[in-house]
């Protein structure tokens, strides 16, 4: 079992290189599914999740090439949808239900693992996936064993779609299988997440109809095929926002590269408050703190509120800071459980139901931590960069699944950190 080793207690000086958006990325290797002739991808962050779902691919029969460090080639000449090694594959994954809006599109049926990834508070509903797939005319099963199967047997005929809850995922997956459903799909009450636009212009530069993405409204024009193109992933906002964050908890001085500072204002802005300098760029953002940490409140929203997905890499610079700070959180509820990994290095966190109320100390010290979620263990890496002593973070793999090349970025900005065999 490998384990993170953090001397804390330096500030973080230099420059540090974005990565393709994992959110995106893992929606759009599915839908290559959908795609005929060659389809290259650009900009592929190179995680385990992403990585995966190549595999995937590879044992369903698709072609997959590398072109170079960050590009991949995929040819579809035909699928097997029925491999138990495919399946044993995608229950690694959170984000393996986007097989089933690609397959469903594509060839009418599918029969997908059900998610695997991260855990914190239960199994990620897919209930809205359920009704939008069935407002497309197929019949959906949710199996005892594990799966969820789907079937379109006189094929998918667009509809109107009002989605329960904002739901990013079941907006993608429905999204997905629109592509080639007959007719007009109207998705009403989507998210708006910048991952939503990308898959969309994904599928539209591939020769897609779809309009309004990034709004609450999204219209899909059924097409009968997708061509063959090459599209380039926009940059990951919640890896930005994570080095933002430790630039802050730890202070320093740091230019990020390869950003779009549009998606970065909801961070930024709480950053601000918090006394952080911020300066933004055509494609990168400068972040510097060297004073004391201001206390402030934020609550977790869809987008283009505060995403829930910075919510524990904000709370371990909220530790850090002056006065009493509050988190509400109001995409996932259960996501507090590293504030018990953050009390052991001595951090003030009190959690009421979907609140949690920091009171900020002057250190942190170094502790044995574990990265209960991918969020979680970012924040518990943060926590060690700023803590004095030594800062040993276990179950790293849930880390790995969305941050490339950790070890080297930190490291590259003066992060005393690495990767060990325990």
């Not at 930005?240 to 802050?248: L, N, P, Q, R, S």
């Not at 904000?314 to 995409?331: K, P, W, Y």
Request: a negative charge; one cysteine or more.
């Amino acid at each position: 079992m490998e384990k993170y080793i953090i001397r804390g207690g330096h500030p973080l000086e230099g420059e540090v290189t974005i990565s393709g958006a994992k959110n995106a990325a893992v929606a759009i290797v599915p839908a290559a599914l959908m795609v005929d002739g060659p389809c290259i991808i650009e900009n592929v962050p190179n995680i385990v999740d992403v990585m995966l779902q190549f595999e995937i691919l590879e044992k369903m029969g698709v072609k997959i090439k590398q072109l170079n460090t960050t590009t991949f080639c995929t040819e579809n000449n035909g699928i097997n949808f029925d491999s138990e090694e495919t399946f044993e594959h995608m229950t690694k994954l959170r984000a393996s239900y986007y097989f089933i809006g690609a397959e469903l599109g594509r060839y009418g049926r599918a029969r997908v693992a059900m998610p695997g990834g991260c855990n914190f508070g239960g199994i990620r509903p897919v209930d809205q996936h359920v009704k939008g797939f069935e407002k497309l005319n197929s019949f959906v099963r949710v199996e005892s064993e594990g799966f969820i199967s789907a079937i379109a047997p006189e094929g998918l005929i667009g509809n109107h779609i009002y989605f329960d809850v904002v739901t990013v995922g079941a907006t993608m997956n429905v999204m997905l299988a629109a592509v080639f459903a007959k007719g007009q799909t109207v998705m009403e009450n989507v998210a708006k997440e910048p991952h939503i636009v990308d898959l969309a212009n994904f599928l539209n530069q591939m020769g897609a109809d779809i309009k309004g993405a990034g709004t609450d409204k999204i219209v899909v024009n059924g097409v009968e095929r997708l061509h063959g193109g090459t599209y380039s992933i926009i940059p990951d906002q919640i890896e930005a926002g994570t080095y933002m964050a430790a630039v802050a908890a730890c202070g320093g001085d740091v230019l990020i590269r390869n950003v779009i500072p549009k998606h970065l204002e909801c961070i930024s802005s709480k950053l601000e408050d918090m006394g952080v300098k911020i300066d933004m760029y055509d494609d990168s953002v400068r972040v510097r703190r060297t004073g004391p940490l201001r206390h402030t409140n934020l609550k977790t929203q869809p987008y283009p509120g505060f995403p829930t997905d910075m919510q524990p890499q904000m709370a371990a610079v909220m530790c850090l800071a002056d006065g009493s700070s509050h988190i509400t959180e109001g995409v996932w509820p259960n996501r507090f459980r590293y504030t018990e990994e953050m009390g052991k290095m001595g951090a003030h966190i009190n959690v009421f139901k979907e609140t949690a109320v920091i009171d900020g100390v002057p250190d942190l010290h170094g502790a044995d931590v574990l990265a209960h979620d991918l969020r979680a263990g970012a924040a518990m890496v943060i926590a060690g960069l700023a803590a004095h002593g030594t800062t040993t973070v276990s179950q790293i793999g849930y880390i790995e699944r969305g941050y490339e090349d950790l070890i080297g970025k930190l490291r590259g900005i003066g992060g005393d950190i690495e990767r060990v065999d325990a």
